[in-house]
C-alpha cells in the first residue's frame, strides 16, 4: 500500500493544514489535482475542519446584500468584514432567479443560505412558496420543496428559520404558520401549523406542538443550536400591542421554550415608540432596543444588551447606548467587528460605530436584505 494513501501520515497532516486556511475558489480548483486531493477536499471531517477555520478567520466572514426588487438588474454583493465606509465588494448572481419573481433571506448557517421566493402570482394557501439553499461559494443550490399542505383560511403570516441540528449533522427549515382574519388579525382559538424541513431526508414533516406565543414577524436568530426571536403581546381582539417573551426553538430536540428579555426601563408609554431585535454579538446573544421619542422631537435611544451566560437571564447586562436621529426603521444586525447596520426612518442606511462613537452612511438601499455569511465547503445538496 502506498504512504499517499494512509491520511495518518504526517505528509497528510501537513496537506490538510495547508488546505484548511486556502478559500474555497482554491479548493475547487486544487480538487483537479490528484483522486488523493479531492477525496482529502469533499471528506466530511475536511468540511468540517475548514468551517471550523473559517469561523475563527475574520478574512472568511462577509456580509451578503440581497435586492429585493430586482435579484437579476443587481445581483448580490459579498463585502469583506471590514469597516463598512467605502466597502469594496464582488458581485454574485444568484443561480436560481426568476426576473419576475422577488427574494429575501430566511438566514445563513455554516455558509449555507436559505432564500425564500416571492411569485408575482401567489396564493396564500397553495402551500407555501419556494425556498432554497445555497452556498454561493461552492456554487451549490438546491430546491427545497413546498411545505405545503393548502389550508382554507383567509390571511396567513409565517415565520421562518434556519439553523443546524448538530446531533444527527443536519440541516433544518422551521416553518411556522399563523391563521389570520380578513382584517389581518392573528384568530387566536386557531393552532398554528408548524413544520420542520430536514435536508438529510429533503421533506418536511408536522410537528404536532404548542408553540409558545405569536411571532411579530422579525427574522430567527440561530445560536447555541437554538432559534431565537421575539413574541408578540396580543390582544384579546388578535391585535400585535408589544413585544413579549423571547422564544426558542431547539432544532435538536425540535420542542419550543421561552427566555425573559432584558429588562428596558420606560417612563411614558404614550410617548415613546419601543423597537427590539434579537441578533448575536460576538457569539453572545444580544438585543437591540430603540426608543423613539414622538412627542417631542423625533430621535431615537438606542442601547445593546448582551447576555453574558447563555440561558441565565440575571446575566442581562447593558453594553453601551447612544442616540440616533430619526426612528429605527430595521436592525441588520451587527458585523464582526462589532459595528451596528440599521436603517432610519426608511430613508438611509448607516452603520454605528461604537468604539469612534460615530455613524456611516452606507451606499446600500434600504430595501435589500443583510445577513452576514461564513466561507465554508458546506454542501446544500445530500
Known amino acids: 500500500m502506498s504512504s499517499s494513501a494512509d491520511p495518518k501520515l504526517p505528509q497528510d497532516v501537513v496537506l490538510v493544514e495547508i488546505l484548511k486556511r486556502l478559500p474555497v475558489e482554491s479548493l475547487l480548483r486544487f480538487r483537479c489535482v490528484s483522486r488523493s486531493w479531492r477525496s482529502t477536499i469533499d471528506d466530511p471531517r475536511f468540511v468540517a475542519l475548514h468551517l471550523n477555520h473559517s469561523a475563527h478567520d475574520a478574512s472568511k466572514r462577509y456580509l451578503l446584500r440581497l435586492d429585493l426588487w430586482h435579484p437579476v438588474h443587481r445581483p448580490c454583493s459579498l463585502f469583506p468584514n471590514l469597516p463598512l465606509a467605502l466597502p469594496s465588494h464582488s458581485q454574485i448572481e444568484i443561480p436560481f432567479v426568476n426576473p419576475l419573481n422577488r427574494y429575501s433571506l430566511v438566514g445563513s448557517c455554516n455558509g449555507s443560505i436559505c432564500v425564500k421566493e416571492y411569485p408575482r402570482k401567489y396564493s396564500g394557501n397553495d402551500g407555501g412558496r419556494t425556498m432554497y439553499l445555497w452556498n454561493l461559494f461552492t456554487r451549490k443550490h438546491k430546491a427545497v420543496p413546498r411545505p405545503g399542505p393548502r389550508h382554507r383560511f383567509p390571511s396567513t403570516a409565517e415565520a421562518l428559520g434556519f439553523g443546524f441540528d448538530a446531533r444527527s449533522n443536519d440541516y433544518k427549515i422551521l416553518r411556522i404558520l399563523y391563521f389570520l382574519d380578513n382584517n389581518d388579525r392573528w384568530l387566536g382559538g386557531t393552532m398554528p401549523q408548524v413544520r420542520i424541513y430536514s435536508l438529510s431526508t429533503d421533506s418536511w414533516r408536522s410537528l404536532e406542538c404548542e408553540v409558545p406565543a405569536f411571532c411579530c414577524g422579525e427574522p430567527m436568530v440561530f445560536l447555541n443550536g437554538n432559534l431565537h426571536w421575539f413574541a408578540s403581546k396580543v390582544n384579546d381582539?388578535?391585535?400585535?400591542?408589544?413585544?413579549?417573551?423571547?422564544?426558542?426553538?431547539?432544532?435538536?430536540?425540535?420542542?419550543?421554550?421561552?427566555?425573559?428579555?432584558?429588562?428596558?426601563?420606560?417612563?411614558?408609554?404614550?410617548?415613546?415608540?419601543?423597537?427590539?431585535?434579537?441578533?448575536?454579538?460576538?457569539?453572545?446573544?444580544?438585543?437591540?432596543?430603540?426608543?423613539?421619542?414622538?412627542?417631542?422631537?423625533?430621535?431615537?435611544v438606542c442601547s445593546v444588551r448582551v447576555m453574558r451566560e447563555y440561558g441565565v437571564t440575571e446575566s442581562w447586562i447593558k453594553l453601551y447606548s447612544f442616540e440616533a436621529w430619526g426612528g429605527i426603521s430595521h436592525f441588520d444586525g451587527f458585523m464582526r467587528n462589532g459595528e451596528l447596520v440599521m436603517v432610519i426612518d426608511d430613508e438611509e442606511r448607516v452603520s454605528w460605530n461604537p468604539i469612534m462613537g460615530q455613524y456611516t452612511n452606507l451606499p446600500l438601499p434600504t430595501y435589500c436584505h443583510l445577513v452576514n455569511v461564513v466561507e465554508s465547503l458546506v454542501s446544500p445538496q445530500r
Open 237 to 300: 381582539l388578535g391585535e400585535d400591542v408589544g413585544y413579549g417573551p423571547i422564544v426558542l426553538f431547539d432544532v435538536a430536540g425540535e420542542v419550543f421554550d421561552e427566555m425573559a428579555p432584558p429588562l428596558v426601563e420606560i417612563s411614558q408609554l404614550d410617548t415613546v415608540d419601543l423597537m427590539m431585535s434579537v441578533a448575536v454579538l460576538n457569539d453572545l446573544l444580544a438585543v437591540f432596543v430603540s426608543l423613539l421619542d414622538i412627542a417631542g422631537d423625533w430621535h431615537s
